[in-house]
């Protein structure tokens, strides 16, 4: 008797209380709010079994309720999205956890899918994220911009806001800008947020080092398909503008 397919639940943490947009997972994007995109985004992917969005706050859960969504109410006091969405997995039946940022309205279907291909394709693999290869020099001394530099086999050697890899003599060339959407396996998952916060981790402000510090493996996908997340009222206009623009063409 074959296995039955481990099924894929995307999870998104939306916060309430983000410090320089309060309320943002409810802030109007041409007249939906903006985890609306997010959520459909999800929907929209080949591989999602399940779409959960993961909140500490009852506007945002009726919100998502009110236009069709799954909501899970998850603790005021998680420290981190990656708390919130372990949170939110433990009573799931699916064993492959996609975490898609509450605030990457813009996150395209294909990317969710690319992300949970190795864990589909291959049981050793305990999570997966995505990366676009990049050439723009102004924006790889960018510390907002998140780079990653990676082994033979496409595992994450090392992430860092500092411009990865130095380029000695040129000053920079190309490298792999890495977009804030992760997946795991569920048990995977639930070993990682009972771990403490790493020095990397702390040094860096970046969660993911926490993997790579207790000698996890991250394997890193190459898309095609870059994202810009939301996280001040003008990134909030920058992303309605491209919205409004791609539903006019």
């Known amino acids: 008797m074959s296995a039955s397919p481990p099924g894929v639940a ?5 916060r309430y209380g983000a410090s320089r947009l309060p309320g943002k997972p409810l802030a109007q994007i041409d007249g939906r709010p903006m985890i609306w995109y997010v959520w459909e985004n999800a929907r ?15 506007r945002i859960a009726g919100a998502v309720r009110g236009f069709g969504g799954e909501a899970i109410m998850t603790s005021a006091g998680c420290a981190s999205g990656t708390d919130r969405v372990a949170e939110a997995a433990r ?34 693999v305990p999570m997966a994220t995505a990366a676009v290869l990049r050439e723009d020099p102004k924006e790889f001394f960018l510390p ?3 780079k990653v530099v990676v082994d033979d086999r496409g595992d994450a050697l090392y992430f860092s806001r500092a411009p990865i ?18 997946g795991y396996r569920r048990d995977f998952l639930l070993r990682l947020s009972g ?4 020095a990397l ?18 394997r890193v996908v190459d898309v095609a398909f870059d994202s ?13 503008q491209r919205i409004c623009a791609r539903k006019r063409r």
Not at 44 to 58: G, K, L, M, N, Q
Not at 169 to 180: F, P, Q
Not at 195 to 198: A, I, M, T, V
């Open 44 to 58: 929209e992917s080949r591989c999602a079994t399940r779409v959960i969005v993961a909140t500490d706050d009852e």
């Open 10 to 14: 995307v999870i998104i943490p939306a």
């Open 195 to 198: 771990l403490p916060q790493s």
């Open 91 to 124: 009573g799931l039946a699916e064993q492959i956890v996609i975490n898609l940022q509450g605030d990457e309205p813009m996150m395209d279907p294909s990317v969710i899918d690319a992300v949970a291909g190795p864990l589909l394709a291959d049981p050793a």
């Open 144 to 146: 907002s911009v998140v």
């Open 228 to 240: 810009v997340g939301v996280d001040t009222p003008e990134d909030l206009r920058a992303v309605e």
């Open 165 to 182: 890899p130095h380029y000695r003599d040129a000053g920079s060339g190309r490298y792999r800008k890495h977009l804030g959407i992760y």
């Open 201 to 218: 981790e702390e040094a860096e402000r970046l969660e993911q080092l926490r993997v790579l510090q207790s000698g996890g493996k991250i």
